[in-house]
């Protein structure tokens, strides 16, 4: 099952900075909803805990990350691979910043591919809740840029 999603918003800070923010899995991943925790291999590879529930196929999803994309200050993208209770996901979250004004316009897209038990049972709450579980994290990162 495939679920994608785009949007865009803007904030007051400029590109570099926003890319900086972006970049920095440190400041970037806490505001992932439902984080535990975070361990960084490298520059570009990290691995995210979070939290994953739906009915009652409940546990702790390790999703491994890495910044595939790093084109500073107008483009990054994180590639990432996991194991969620109950099946596989595969990831791409995708940021375009362009100068707008004195701030950054930011152009962001995502694409998660899930497999397993966990599309058999949850079936269309899936995509629902990858939106709202996204809205949140885009509303984390609005907060965080101001």
């Given amino acids: 099952m495939a679920i994608k999603i785009t949007g865009e918003f803007e904030v007051k800070r400029n590109p570099e ?10 400041k970037f991943a806490p505001l992932l909803p439902e984080f535990q925790g975070m361990s960084k291999q490298d520059e570009t590879h990290f691995t995210v805990k979070v939290n994953v529930g739906i009915s ?5 999803a390790d999703v491994k990350m890495e910044l595939a994309e790093n084109e500073r200050p107008r483009r990054a993208q994180y590639k990432g691979q996991g194991s969620v209770a ?16 004195e701030g950054t316009k930011v152009a962001w897209q995502g ?10 049972v949850a079936g269309g709450l ?9 809205q ?3 509303d ?4 965080a840029l101001i």
């Fill in 111 to 120: 694409e998660a591919q899930v497999f397993g038990r966990l599309t058999s």
């Fill in 126 to 134: 899936l995509e629902p809740l990858g939106k709202k579980q996204v």
């Fill in 56 to 60: 009652y196929i409940k546990g702790v």
């Fill in 17 to 26: 900075d926003v890319f900086d923010f972006l970049t920095n899995p440190e």
């Fill in 140 to 143: 984390g990162l609005q907060a």
């Fill in 136 to 138: 949140k994290l885009i």
């Fill in 86 to 101: 109950g099946g596989n996901v595969s990831l791409t979250a995708g940021f375009d910043l362009s100068p707008n004004g």
